[in-house]
């Protein structure tokens, strides 16, 4: 089983107790350029807020899409655009990252901002 596999079943795990809890949620994906949020509804049929290191506005605000930096930008933003729309209360799904670096830069940001989880 290589990394990739690994990940995934773990992230499997993952999305299935939150699928089970019914809640929205908070979901990451990183690559070594750029890392994106979404928060996708209870059902998992549909995205409601997303924030990302390609959108034009962060891209002029930062320099590498690909670094702590950028990854608490994305977390502050997918806040303000929650709270926009409603949403307090997520479930993080981490994509079966480790914790930390980049992953762990977006969810203190996004709880700074307001979102709990």
């Keep these: 089983m290589n990394n990739v596999n690994s990940r995934l ?10 699928a089970e ?3 929205t949620r ?28 390609v959108e034009a506005e962060v891209r002029k ?12 930008v994305i977390g502050k933003r997918i806040a303000e655009k929650a709270k ?3 949403i307090t209360t ?11 670096g980049r992953i762990k830069a977006l969810a203190e940001a996004a709880r700074e901002n307001g979102l709990s989880f």
């Design 21 to 23: 809890l019914k809640v």
């Design 26 to 53: 908070l979901t990451v994906h990183r690559t070594n350029t750029h890392i994106y949020a979404q928060i996708i509804a209870e059902t998992g049929d549909k995205v409601l807020a997303s924030a990302s290191t």
């Design 84 to 86: 926009a729309a409603g």
């Design 61 to 72: 605000s930062v320099k590498n899409g690909g670094n702590v930096d950028a990854a608490a």
């Design 9 to 18: 079943r773990r992230a499997r795990k993952t999305r299935a107790k939150i």
């Design 90 to 100: 997520v479930a993080f799904d981490r994509s079966g990252y480790k914790y930390h």
